[in-house]
């Protein structure tokens, strides 16, 4: 299985500022055959169900903000909120779809500071 | 637009089965590249995948509990039943399904149902 792993487990940020969050996997997600990083993000508010932000680890999803952004190749990803709204505070969770069983990071904790 | 619904028992007991329905609107589960897939949840902790059915009737389970699971759908129902076998306290969690369009990203989700374990 893919492990995946989230740094940091919780972040405070300040309104306006920039928020990063990585994800490492224990194997490249990437695939050679059409250059494309199987990786996605989602958001998880309390008492909601998760919200798919990013898929291919840098494409928005259909109606999330553009201050949301992935990057990265290979094993190693980033999602940054590039100026913090309040309503961004949530669980953000990679997840890999290169192969079966399909994985999540632990989460990261994205708090107001 | 597409939703989906989880329904099912909110307590089992320690050895019984669980069974889960997942009811699907907006879409035929018929249609090209439509897929429905379970994920679970234990209170405060992170997401785990368990099982998907895509359209061309391919299953795929997770590997620790492929024992205890089976994934069948009934399409003139829109329905995606799950049933896990010998439940014990730690599956205890909040069991969601979504949409799988067989890349492997999910959206959208149900909003989920708890189920506790307890005797």
């Known amino acids: 299985d893919i492990v995946m792993t989230q740094s940091p487990d919780s972040l405070a940020v300040s309104l306006g500022e920039r928020a990063t969050i990585n994800c490492k996997s224990s194997?490249?997600?990437?695939?050679?055959?059409?250059?494309?990083?199987?990786l996605t993000w989602y958001q998880q508010k309390p008492g909601q169900p998760p919200k798919l932000l990013i898929y291919?680890?840098?494409t928005r999803e259909s109606g999330v903000p553009d201050r949301f952004s992935g990057s990265g190749s290979g094993t190693d990803f980033t999602l940054t909120i590039s100026s913090l709204q309040a309503e961004d505070v949530a669980v953000y969770y990679c997840?890999?779809?290169?192969?079966?069983?399909?994985?999540f990071g632990q989460g990261t904790n994205l708090e107001i500071k | 637009q597409v939703t989906l619904k989880e329904s099912g028992p909110v307590l089992v007991k320690p050895t019984e089965t669980l069974t889960l329905t997942c009811t699907v609107s907006?879409?035929?589960?018929?249609?090209?590249?439509?897929?429905v897939t379970w994920f679970r949840q234990p209170p405060g902790k992170a997401l785990e995948w368990l099982a998907y059915?895509?359209?061309?009737?391919?299953?795929s389970y997770s590997t620790s509990l492929t024992s205890r699971l089976t994934i069948s759908k009934d399409t003139s129902k829109g329905q995606v039943v799950l049933t896990m076998t010998d439940m014990d306290p730690v599956d205890t969690a909040t069991y969601y399904c979504?949409?799988?369009?067989?890349?492997?990203?999910?959206?959208?989700w149900g909003q989920g149902t708890l189920v506790t374990v307890s005797s």
């Open positions: 979504a949409r799988f369009n067989g890349y492997g990203w999910f959206a959208p």
């Open positions: 907006g879409v035929s589960l018929s249609s090209i590249r439509m897929g």
């Open positions: 059915f895509f359209s061309n009737d391919e299953k």
């Open positions: 194997q490249s997600v990437l695939y050679s055959s059409n250059n494309k990083n199987y």
């Open positions: 291919w680890a840098s």
């Open positions: 997840q890999q779809y290169y192969s079966t069983p399909y994985t």
